[in-house]
């Protein structure tokens, strides 16, 4: 099993999602983010006060996979969550080592899906 | 050289069209300084009604508050990134159109007609020149000129703000400003003029007679009509409809209609124009239409969507009051529940049906709710009128005639005309601006939000 | 048939209260608008004070932005998932019950009293039938009737709305809203016509002469006893007192609060019924006793708690407004500050002491609050009412009377009697609503929270 | 003792601050409360005029709501953490100046001169004796008298409230309470009474004539200079210029700006003390100076920094309408416009080069916006003064003059006599509370900040 | 040493923290995500137009520890938030290679607790 | 590679950012978490009811990085981060199998930089 955590700029969000719904990977985790990546921010001006702005908006996803679900899920996120530009983000793969339903007490590959 | 080129390119119309309006509001200024100097003025003294004036000054201060009620309404509703792409195109108005009020708005639209065809105001009254402490006797005998100029310029602010809900989350704040402006003095100060103005051809001040209490056809129509072409010509979002979030802050969407609803009593029992009895019963009428409409609106959603709703509610209640408003001050409280129930249930079925199935993005529905909201009014105007509400009805609605039918039609042909011309100069407007300017964000930037492209802001830090 | 079949069971009943009240109204409304045709109303000539009007107006006007005020008093006390609720059920009110009052409530509370025991208002007035411009000499002699009557249904309006806090975070909504339309009707209009009516038995027009400036027994004390009563029967929220998270948004707290405040200047100093002498006293009144009674509050929590907290502060404002409100027009400033002390001292111990002790779980304080401060306000009205500020007062307070005692009595009893009564009515209210609708939502729909159960809506959106 | 003793140590002087000031008062109560007995006050008649007395009360309420407004102006401009810490210090200055003025500060700021001077008011009116609905013809004699006091009022709250814009984000609130009541007793009062008083040695009653209408110099450079002395007694926060976030919430600052901009219609045209022509003067004036500061700076930051700017429209429009106070009801709408061009440039560079160049750390531009923008305002008053438009105006100012450069100088003199003293005299008090109580939080309380260490609050919950 | 993710409901923080407690697991880190999963959320309605309301509010728990505290804080958490209801939500255990403890610089077991 | 999480105190935040560029490690993803450790918060006082206030306010950094960039990133966030307080926060060294870069489809120690 893998935990995959992408991080994705928000307008991609709905785009991505649906696209892992069509590849039957229904359940994710989404949260809000600030990156710093190679992407320059706009410098943001309040009262002629310039803020470096490095800190940008981005979305985060975590989905735990079956190891066969990897493959899909990375090229879900990728063809939708491309737009070309600078900040686009990452994919990172990580080992699960387990995985419970809290409902059910059910583990394993089970449990994830 | 060096100032202008370091206005990036797309700017420069925009600082140049500033740089204009700005140069010949100067030269009226220059005169005004003039002939304000000691001696020139009219004497001090006046005949104004303390009670009058006190009411028509707290109501020009209530109207001035919708528009920021306004954008606390419609911000309330855009996604984060653009929450202060809203609310800066409301304050830029408010300033914006209050300066042009004061330079040449108010003599275009109230001054005394040129050409006596009740087409256009002239420049006789340009930086306010000779519009002082002396009460006009035309429009407000009881009441110091500058305090109904200043009441009127609330609704010349006002006015343009509304359209924004058709162009949020896209438009380019430079194409904003000069569009703005532009139809402030070109759609607007015409069409008050035509129904307020002395001499207007519609109005009751020497014209067909069409009844406008507080502004059906000269704010309502005008801007609903105005936004429809707005969405029309800006076309959709990005993603819309399906892939656009819900309002990012609904509270504050409650707080601008709260705030909205506060200042209706001022634009609605404020154009009485005094503190009277016509101004009590256009109070009790415009409370009452709001408070139908919100509970109608309501009541539609509990049955179609199951449950009743927050944004129902509030969007019914300002579908009240616009439609009440041209007829305030005309209408029996029984009347302002009967235009309530039709005001929630038009735009309701405005934004339920047709907006949809016609599938053009108007971003807040400033068409759905102003645009049909105010034809409604209008038109429910000429069936509840009465004269013995107010002796200024000459004839009595449908309901109440002898000849309502003819009230009526003068109403239909007032809401047929100024919602055709205000949607075709709009229309006209954009068009030449987008030729100019560019009235469309980039899709990157759309991408990314206003608030950051046009701004350089965000709304709410994240982490701090 | 298809048309009740879409509404979902637990819902039929309250459309039917309202397609009910509605059909009443419809009756009445017929009735008014035959005779409000032509020629039959009164003249519109009316020897209404212009001063007096404008300031009863924007008084109305004030009063009504206090609804949304407490709409975010309240909305920001509780949790992020009720936020939209409370906005709801406050925006409901102001909807449901300015038709209400249009409808019966007005004639109900202040119509010809019928029966001659002053119990209860006639039908007279239905659809606000006579009720136009001209004067009520005997409620306000200087302002147009219909600017009374508005005035008077802000009151009405709020008062259920302060309720709320009792039963915050778990009412279903369709309960909420025939709970409070038969609130209305059976408890604030009668009370209101025993205190203001003319005739009502036990006030100043023919009664006993209990002194209530602008509603503590009226409003407050009978919105508190009656939150008393709802927090009673709706028992705990789940989790209560140690799983529910702290205020979800404090600032929107203060901005409602703020907004309360403003707006009291309207419901006190508006009660002068005019721009009077006796309205710049209760508007001074009122002011000193909110901001004594914030300050007292402060220096509590600073002493017995180590800090003075922000949520103090407006809660003791509320508390010194609230007290203040039967007592601002016969008191002088002295009195103000030491009514301010007793109504931080008196709801801030009710809050630490009595509500834990006790056990109920009046979610945001209205019994505390509202009930305890009103409480003491009328007494405090016995203690300080002073004839040389308002002649109307016959008897004057036991600190400045010679007969103060007597007056003191009189207080006393209409505190009891309005306490007792709406307690009471308010308990067989809710028990008759709980046993035909049930007043509760589902342990789950509590859980996932009103916004989204009742509304289908959620106020912020996380990710967008 | 065991009281005094759970009283923690550094909140002592505050405790104890308080309970002196209560004392004093309360000596004063007592006596008031004996002498204002029946019989013993003025007759309740009075030759006040509704509708001035209507227009003075809601500019009363309107002015109240501009300290909440300032709260949301500043405090969306703050780091989250100390969000509540700038709420409670707004609120705390209207509950506790509230109270001041009413035991003492009209008194001294209003009362019969002592010494014959102009330097100060005597103890006539201390409890507010005597200052009931009788109007006071020095002052305004078409309002009760406790109209006029009311008002004042709400001038006596703002004012500290501006300084807080300076210190805020590291101020200790014990020392921030002592430091308000002190300042407001020792350098509002005084300067009001030179000023305003009759007989000030400043002003137009009996004084060289210095014409400040609404505040110039009273409110705004009194409140500027002393914002410098505390930017500068205090030092810089931790981690300024580069470590601070950016504003937190610049909706609510944006609300803010609104409810101080609609607060600010009572705040001059009020101050022409009548529903007049003059006041209608001010009310034009007024706005149209905050509008085109808004623009302008707007404009400014467009051309400077690429993009026009939320904060820098909503901070354009303060410093207009800060820099049209003294000068609301003496000059044309020509005089308005130019002052507001002024008010938007001189404090754009202040903030954007004098602030980064000295160094100081004015956390929201208290100084630049209200100093700069009164010191601009008050001078622009001496130039654009204007007999014809108020005949109270003795010398026409430098543009409209004869001997236009008296008053000019006469202006200048104002100016530098008002900021120097109250930059000296805050110098002096903000030292001695810091070696009695310590000005600032400890390191620690300000990493973590304001509302968690100086009110155990937080203003959003972040998971609940 | 391991690092354990779960996601719960948002209203069983509180008993679930609770419970930790007891089982003298003090040091948690708390976050707000956004959840897709079987569970359908309630359709929202904005003026007539109906999202779907699939991303629903759940609370995201962060639990660093030794080997033998695994299985106390999965007990700890599957009982307090289960409510048997779909959505109850999910645990993941990951690897943990290192824990440093800033404070102090210490490392490894000791600094976990 | 590794892929490190830190909790940090938030007004810490701005000095490791800068640290973290200092010492060439620009890529970090930013968020708001709540902590429950060691450290007791200050109990809150709501209209005299008193809130335990055990969650406070926490930053959470999470880094990837090639192993050669571990202990910079360690050092930079442990110089920067330490008040020498009880709740300084704790950093968190996890196992990363994989990272691919959206933009450009690389994977790998070429994407992670
Ligand atoms: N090594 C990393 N560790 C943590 N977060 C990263 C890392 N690399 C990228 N990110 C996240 O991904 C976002 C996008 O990265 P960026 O370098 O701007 O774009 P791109 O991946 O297209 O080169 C960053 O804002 C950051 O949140
Ligand atoms: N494989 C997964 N990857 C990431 N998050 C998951 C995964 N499975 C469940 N979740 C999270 O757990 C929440 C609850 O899951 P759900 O399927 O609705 O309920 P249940 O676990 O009771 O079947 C989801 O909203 C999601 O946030
Ligand atoms: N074992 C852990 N698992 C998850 N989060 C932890 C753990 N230990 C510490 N934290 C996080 O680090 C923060 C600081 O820890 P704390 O114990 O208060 O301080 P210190 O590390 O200085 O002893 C906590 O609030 C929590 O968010």
Redesign the interface.
Known sequence: M??I???????R???V?EELQKREI?????????????QKG??????????AG??L????L?I?VNAEFVQPT?EA??SR???????????????????????T?EEGND??G | MSVMSRISGTYRPAVLAMILVLCLGGVSLARDAITSGPGSQEPAATQADTGDTAWVLISAALVMLMTPGLAFFYGGLVRRKNMLSVLMQCFMILCLISLQWVLCGYSLAFGPDVGGRGIIGGLDWLGLRGVGAQPNATYAGTVPHSAFMVFQMMFAVITPALIIGAFAERMRFSAFCVFSLLWATLVYDPLAHWVWGQGGFMGLLGGWGALDFAGGTVVHINAGASALAAALVLRKRQGYPNMISPPHNLPLAVLGAAMLWFGWFGFNAGSALGASGLASGAFVATHIAGATAGLVWAAMDWFFHKRPTTLGVITGAVAGLVAVTPAAGFVTPIGAVLIGIGAAAFPWLAVTFLKPRMGYDDSLDAFGVHGIGGIWGAIATGLFACASVNPAVNRNGLFYGPDGAAQLLTQLKAVGISAAFSFVACLILLKVVDAVIGLRVSEHEERVGLDLTQHKEVAYTIID
Request: net charge positive; with cysteine; charged share 30%.
């Open positions: 893998k935990y955590i992408a991080i994705i700029q928000p307008d969000l709905g785009d999602l229904h359940l994710v985790t989404v949260s809000n983010v600030m990156g710093r990546g190679r706009i410098a943001e001006v309040y009262r002629s006060h310039t803020e490095s800190l908006r981005k979305v985060k975590e735990a990375v996120i990728t969550a491309r737009t070309g530009r600078i900040g686009d983000g990452k994919i990172f793969v990580l080992d699960l080592d387990r995985c419970i339903r809290i409902r007490g449990a994830i």
